[in-house]
Structures are given as structure tokens and as C-alpha cells.
């Protein structure tokens, strides 16, 4: 099974600065014959179910803020919100899917300084 | 708009058996593979089980494998997770959720249900 591990457990920003989230994986989930990432972002608030931020390690899902970006490749992740806002006080989750069982990172709470 | 709205949980004994459904809409449904992933009080996610578009491929989680049975109904647009031999460690939030995919069971989640709950105690 890949393990993914996520740091820092929990981060406090201040409005308007940069909130950085890593995510690594005990091995590459980059598929080398399409050369992408097997890699997602999710963000759950209190009370709702997750909702998908970022797929292909980079791919910005339809509607998601541009604030909100994916980098990394192989087994090193990281999920950049450049301008923290309010509305992004949530738990983040990466997620790999390039083999079952698909897994999940153990989460990010990101809260306002 | 896409829909998934999920039902059938409850309290349950230990060793009893359980069945969700999830009933989809908004979309075609024989397009997509779909999953259950669960969170238990608390806790993180954690992927339950898949099954691709026309049931060919299907995958479980080491923790339910032998235990959990997932399938679907395309002319009904429905998944469904019958929960066998219910331990109180299977005590969690269980969502329903579409992949963007039709063939694979690897696959991220573009949308989710917003969750049964399903308590297992004596």
C-alpha cells in the first residue's frame, strides 16, 4: 500500500500570507508513460464532505480560486494557498490514486493566525 | 447539477449486517466509476471501495476486504454497499462519491454525497 504522509499536522496563518502544505508518498506516483501525477487535493470544511481542489498533482478543478495551486512530482507534493482567506479555514487531504487501495494523507487544519 | 444522496445507515449491532445506497442524478451514471470513502469521529478519510462503470473492476480496502460487498444499478442510477460482520471500528461517516473515470478504480473524487452515518454498538 502507498503511504501518504502529510506536514505539518495543523498551521496558523495570517490573513493575506502563504499557508504551504506537503504531502509525501512512500513511493512515485508518477505514471511514466503518460507522465502525470496520480495525485489529488481536497478541502474539507466542518460539517460538509470534501471537495476537490486539485488533480494531476496541478490541475486547478473547474471553480477552485487561483490562489489555490499544486506543485511536485514523484513523491513529493506540496498545496500553496499564495493569499490566505477566511474562507479557507478547512482540513486539506491529498489523496493518491495510482493504485488500490487508494489512500489519503492523515490532513492539514489550516486556521487563521 | 450532480447529486449523490446516500441512505440505509444507522445503529447496528456488532456482527450484524447493514446496506447503503446511493442514489445519483445530474449526471450519466454509467459514464463514471463510483466509490465509498469513509471518516470515522474525528478522524481522516479513508477509501473504502470502488467499482468501475460496468462492474468489471472492483476494489476494497484490506480493512472490509472479505466482509464489504459494492455494486451498482446503471437503469437505477444507484450504488450500493452491503456491510457485512459490522465491527465497531467500521463506526463512521460513509460517503458516496463519483470519479471522474469510467474504466479504472484508481481514480480522484470530483463529487461527493454528503454522508450516512453508520454507528456499529452493542
Known amino acids: 500500500d502507498i503511504v501518504m504522509t502529510q506536514s505539518p499536522a495543523s498551521l496558523a496563518v495570517s490573513l493575506g500570507e502563504r499557508a504551504t502544505i506537503n504531502c509525501k508518498s512512500s513511493?512515485?506516483?508518477?505514471?511514466?508513460?503518460?507522465?502525470?501525477?496520480?495525485l489529488a487535493w481536497y478541502q474539507q470544511k466542518p460539517g460538509q464532505p470534501p471537495k476537490l481542489l486539485i488533480y494531476?498533482?496541478?490541475t486547478r478543478e473547474s471553480g477552485v480560486p487561483d490562489r489555490f495551486s499544486g506543485s511536485g512530482s514523484g513523491a513529493d507534493f506540496t498545496l500553496t494557498i499564495s493569499s490566505l482567506q477566511a474562507e479557507d479555514v478547512a482540513v486539506y487531504y491529498c489523496?493518491?490514486?495510482?493504485?488500490?487501495?487508494?489512500?489519503f494523507g492523515g490532513g492539514t487544519k489550516v486556521e487563521i493566525k | 447539477e450532480v447529486q449523490l444522496v446516500e441512505s440505509g445507515g444507522g445503529l447496528v449491532q456488532p456482527g450484524r449486517s447493514l446496506r447503503l445506497s446511493c442514489a445519483a442524478s445530474?449526471?450519466?451514471?454509467?459514464?463514471?466509476?463510483m466509490h465509498w470513502v469513509r471518516q470515522a469521529p474525528g478522524k481522516g478519510l479513508e477509501w473504502v471501495s470502488g467499482?468501475?462503470?460496468?462492474?468489471?473492476?472492483?476494489g476494497y480496502a484490506d480493512s472490509v476486504k472479505g466482509r464489504f460487498t459494492i455494486s451498482r444499478d446503471n437503469a437505477k442510477n444507484s450504488l450500493y454497499l452491503q456491510m457485512n460482520s459490522l465491527r465497531a471500528e467500521d463506526t463512521a461517516l460513509y460517503y458516496c462519491?463519483?470519479?471522474?473515470?469510467?474504466?479504472?478504480?484508481?481514480?480522484?473524487?470530483?463529487?461527493w454525497g454528503h454522508g450516512i452515518v453508520v454507528t456499529v454498538s452493542s
Open positions: 462519491a463519483k470519479s471522474p473515470y469510467k474504466r479504472s478504480v484508481t481514480g480522484n473524487f470530483d463529487y
Open positions: 445530474g449526471f450519466t451514471f454509467d459514464d463514471n466509476a
Open positions: 467499482i468501475s462503470w460496468n462492474s468489471d473492476y472492483i
Open positions: 513511493q512515485s506516483v508518477l505514471y511514466s508513460s503518460s507522465n502525470k501525477n496520480y
Open positions: 494531476w498533482a496541478s
Open positions: 489523496q493518491q490514486y495510482y493504485s488500490t487501495p487508494l489512500t
